[in-house]
């Protein structure tokens, strides 16, 4: 936070329409400091600059508690859903429209509509430049010249209102919270810490060598203290290194458990989290933030055990040293300060690196998965070398960041030597004189000099260790995006499974359900309430658009109401819980996958007691069998890249078999047929209808919908009709 106060003289807003022009006013405020929020959803700028705007008045809040309070859609905000979110943060909101010369007039931090799909925050116009912090790449300076294609012409003044209150709501991470259990381990990290500790007093041993050869054998030619010498140290050296290879076996050991540990914790959290979170984040990005675990772990394991013991032979090297020579040992001292110093100046520059390389990667890797996921559609468009054109330039974004890391590297290691070459000039030069006044042994200076290599090697590293801990908050943060996640919403988890492990076909009561995507959006599904009888099939019509597979993903338990109720019934039990309503349902959604396998590992979903016959009798049923049975290797048929050998006939009905062989209680088809001709959909259709089971048919074909007991028709997300 800045101390001076200044006087500025700004433009103040005059009602011109619906949006606001420019006039003079005065403005007094404390230079503050803005600070740098990066959006974790792919459309979450505008709560990301919000966050930043709120921060700089001294009210700090993360994403996470705004997300709790503000539910933002894959669609992102607009400047209405903006004004009315800051306003729930008790800041006043100006909307104003403006040309590019009268930036400097606004009243600043404010909001900027960027390339018409953005949001940034403006800091400060000066000597032809602007600056911003921008919530995808972090703080920019960039000229007049690019702000004049992106700037849109809008912009959005903030300031505290009267009931504004300055807090601190940022939840810290503690780095401890995220590495996971440590149980089973704790002896290993003991052993490395004892082996840690002898290997130590090895090192602290061996300079004396040096000096009671000089000093002693030299002087006195004494050639059995000589040989007597040679072989203790000799055994010390064998010793020393054995200790050292026990140790590194040892931390490779520990290194490895922990990280399949940690590794798989996460990952059975992640697959636990609900759609929405994937939707709302590209894969690249949650990629870059799982590989966060190997960089946090190494850094744990090897460079907190080292830090530790580093600090302890730092504070015993350093006594050594003063009982040689206080003078010369404040030399050394001063040397390792002043690289403390360097580091610490420059610890923020390359903490705001770090994080600007790490987004460039995570765009460059999501655009580069995306562009593999999608090679056909570009193949027949002929787009190669417009993938590869927007490729290049998210490449060039992220080697240009990793060049500022590395560059603020290089400057630190630099400084290093740097410092370790003045210190040893001064000290070699201040211990001559000593030697030359007699004030010093040969041998003395020589074990000075061993002792003072290994302070200023275990102080630098030290630093350096201390600086890296305190980066990992810059992966701890992109990790705990995973980690501190919470999982689906689970209301009672001792009957999970209650209802699917009850035989027969399930009821289905939708009592007064609405929904919407976002808190500032309109209602998808309004008011909607119906129900479904067991062994009931029920068609779900209406057009494109009309909610219809927003209701699917309701009844799921994928999305969660608005309001409204969704309860499954049985002869025996009742539920609402989300994710137990969907154990009884089998589904075949429109953009459903299969996974690299077997055919029959497909239909089976990998079941590991898998039944040969029910996987066959499913496949007749969807009328896929024989199909199966012509290709060469039958059920053993490899089906690619998610389905990427069958036609999308064959893996819909393949789709269709794999929800039959989980023998569910209610059969919820989207689209299911869309890929069948009308012969094959008619055969389907008879087979689904002659089984004994709930259904909910989601079509747009009429043969589809003819096969069903009931048709509810959907308008605007209302049942319109029902027949």
Sequence with gaps: MGVCTTLSIKRKAVTHGQKETAQTTFSFHRERRIPTVLQTEAAECGLACLAMIAGYYE??????????????????????????????????????KLKLDSLRNLRTPCILHWEFNHFVVLERVKSGAVYIHDPARGYRKISMAEISQKFTGVALELWPATEFEKKDEQQTIPLFHLIGSLEGLRGAFLQTFVFSVVLEIFVLAAPFYVQWTIDHVLISADVELMNLLATAFLVLAICEHTTAFLRSWLLMHVGAVWNLRWRANIFSHLIRLPV???????????????????????????????????????????????????????????ASGAYATIRTIWFKPLRAAMQAHLVHEA??????????????????????????????????????????????????????????????????????????AGELTLGTLIAFLAYKVLFQTRMFALIDKTVDYRMLVVQAERLSDIALMGTEYLENPQHVGSIADDAGAIQLIVSNLSFRYGDFEPLVLNDVSFTIQPGESVAITGVSGSGKSTLANLLLGILMP????????????????????????GTVMQDDMLFAGSLFENISFFDPEADPDWVVACAKMACIHDEIEALPMRYDTLTGDMGSVLSGGQKQRVLLARALYKKPSCLLLDEATSHLDIACERNVNTAVGSLKMTRIIIAHRPETILSADRVLHLEHGRIVSER
Excluded: C
């Design 363 to 436: 765009k460059q890797q999501s655009h580069f998965v995306e562009t593999l996921r999608g090679i056909r559609a570009i193949k027949l468009f002929s787009k190669e070398d417009g993938r590869r054109g927007a490729w290049l330039p998210l490449l060039t974004d992220q080697i240009n960041a990793n060049i500022r890391v590395q560059r603020l590297t290089f400057f630190h290691k630099h400084s290093n030597g740097f410092f370790s070459s003045f210190e040893n000039i001064v000290v070699v030069w201040l211990g001559s004189h000593f030697v030359i």
């Design 59 to 96: 009210h700090r809040v993360g994403l996470p508690e705004l997300r709790r309070r503000f539910f933002i859609s894959q669609k992102g905000t607009n400047f209405t859903g903006l004004v009315q979110i800051a306003s729930r943060m008790q800041l006043v909101s100006r909307a104003v």
């Design 276 to 334: 929405d979170f994937f939707n709302k984040r590209h894969l690249g990005d949650l990629l870059s933030k799982f590989g966060a675990i190997d960089d946090i772990q190494r850094t744990i394991t090897t460079s907190f055990l080292e830090g530790a013991l580093d600090g302890v032979m730092t504070l015993l090297a350093l006594a050594l040293l003063f009982l040689y020579n206080p003078i010369l040992a404040s030399v050394v001292l001063l």
């Design 562 to 585: 608005s309001t409204g109720s969704i309860v499954v019934r049985n002869s025996a039990t009742q539920q609402t819980d989300s994710r137990t309503r969907r154990q009884v349902f």
